[in-house]
């Protein structure tokens, strides 16, 4: 478990990519159990299959 330092703009923008695709990014691997995500937190519940990706 851990913090994002950056704000998905700033992500985003490091990245080169928008903040709707980082927000879709991260929304898709909670659906998938992946992560949990609430805020600024992020928690990986399934890091073997965050791994393979």
């Given at each position: 478990e851990f913090n994002l330092r950056m704000t998905?703009?700033?992500i985003g923008?490091?990245?080169g990519i928008k903040l709707e695709t980082v927000?879709?990014?991260l929304s898709k691997l909670q659906?998938?159990?992946l992560v949990d995500t609430r805020g600024k937190r992020?928690?990986?519940l399934d890091v073997d299959?965050?791994?393979r990706l």
């Open positions: 998905r703009d700033e923008s490091y990245l927000s879709r990014m659906k998938e159990g992020i928690r990986i299959s965050l791994t």
